[in-house]
């Protein structure tokens, strides 16, 4: 299973916020750092690595650096630092967790199991990751997914999610805010992406705890279409990471018409376990070595590098633009081509555009609209209606914030000035300035 990384897991403190942290003695912390040094040493799947992490820890212990740490919190969180920056293995974390520690101590379940069930008092309130589905104009599907949680407690989320965007002509994935989550979210969202007459095996892992094997495998049937042939466009950052980044890569590796697009990933991919190290502290760790993968690419502790390199800021708005012209080079069909350079036109849209000189000449009364101007942005108002934003396209054509529909140009010659109205069902309407 791929778990999430600290950026997550820290969210599962507030099941214990109830309990007052007490600060450790330093017995307490050579306890801890004693037992999860023996958990790494036995665990960790590769030893080299172990075996440095651990030299490097007794070195930091021996020179006191955990000492000065009294809070629990600052402690486990000093701790994964060192864990993180020895290894280079962003899995690789103490975590004060006293409500998970209990929960793994009590429960007879797999960790795994009992993980999944406290973190989903969690997660429901997120919706389990689907945070946001939209259409853009283009009729291009975006998705701001934060967590592939457990298809257990999200399965049918991803179904209403996919069946959403069944008719879209390209899709844009958010994952700049995901930081990992459940690897059988991945493998049954892949299976909307991948076109695969077969069930199709991923990776095979064994685990160092207890031998067992664990296979990723994406299914041959979803209930839902397919989205095999549109372009994909998948949004990254450096917050992306562990699920995040094997979607990312096996999307990229088994369907051609994947766009990864924003900054390098974490860098975060060897599956996890949690295993408690008393009642307070739980260790984050890889319990599983992976034995055969179907997708040569590997991201543990590189990233995942973005085709399309541009600001975390700005990775939705060049997906949008990108897919765009991308569909217009797939089609002669005139009414399409029409609907997507509306929709280029108002992705371009923006206040850089604005000319003063354009700006004083449109300022002014068309009948029952005003045309102002004030602190710097320009603004339509009809009658006594609350002002809507012009943003603009060119110097001399606007679009109206809060209306896709709706679009102004002004057509301007030595006497006159006339408002154009567009509206994108291909009605226009022209009415002159007030003298």
Known sequence: MIEKTKILILLLIILSMHVKAQNLTNKKKDDVLQSMIKKI???????????????????????????????????????TNSLEELSNDKHLDLIYNPGLAKA???????????????????????????????????????????????????????DIAMSYFSECNALIIDLRQNGGGWGDMVDYLLGYFIDNAHPLLLTISESTINGSLYSEVVPQYVPGKKLIDIPIYVLTSPVTASAAEAFTSHLKYFNNNVVIVGKKTKGAENPVTHLAIDENFVLQIPGNKKIYSGNPNTWEGVGIYPDIEVETKDAKKSAHMNAIKKLMSM??????????????????ASYNNIDEKTVEKISGSFDKIKIYYKGGILYYQYEKRAASKLIPITKNYFLVEGADYFRIKFILSENTVIMKQIFSYGVEREILKDK
């Open 104 to 158: 793994l101590l009590e429960d007879t379940t797999p960790a795994a199991t009992t993980y999944t069930d406290e973190e989903a008092k969690i997660e429901v309130w997120n919706n389990y990751g689907f945070k946001e589905l939209s259409i853009l104009d283009g009729n291009i599907g975006y998705i701001n997914l934060t967590v592939f949680f457990a298809t257990g407690y999200a399965g049918k989320k991803a």
């Open 41 to 79: 040493e036995s665990i960790y799947p590769f030893p080299e690595v172990s075996a440095k992490t651990i030299i490097g820890l007794q070195e930091q212990i021996s020179n006191g650096l955990f000492y000065r740490y009294n809070s629990p919190n600052e402690f486990a969180n000093e701790v």
């Open 331 to 348: 089609t002669t069909d005139t009414i399409a081509l029409d609907k997507y350079q509306w929709a280029l036109d108002g992705v371009t």
